[in-house]
């Protein structure tokens, strides 16, 4: 089996791009606003690939997925909201 064809080899290297992604966007590239909702998107980009291809969740059963995914989607997006409604 080819080593770019293995989805957890895939799944690693995607989490590397994140993280210099998240880092880039942390050193004060872009608006502040935009740069720190992108950092939390990213974050939970990787909760999730961490979920489904280093905790095995691909090969558990379909609800168990959806519940996961479900999660992760759900407190990024209340986090993002906490965030752009809180006052300096």
């Known amino acids: 089996m080819s ?3 293995n989805p ?3 799944s690693w290297l995607a989490l590397m791009g994140a993280t210099v992604l ?8 872009g608006a502040r606003e935009a740069a720190t909702v992108g950092v939390i998107v ?3 980009f990787k909760v999730y690939l961490v979920g489904r291809y280093f905790m095995e969740l691909r090969e558990a059963p379909q609800i168990l997925h959806l519940l996961f995914a479900g ?3 759900v407190v990024c ?12």
């Open 22 to 29: 998240s880092w880039y966007l942390g050193e004060g590239h």
């Open 42 to 44: 990213v974050a939970f």
């Open 71 to 73: 999660w992760a989607v």
């Open 3 to 5: 080593v770019v064809r």
């Open 77 to 88: 997006v209340v986090l993002v909201a906490m965030y752009l409604t809180a006052g300096d």
């Open 8 to 10: 957890t080899v895939v």
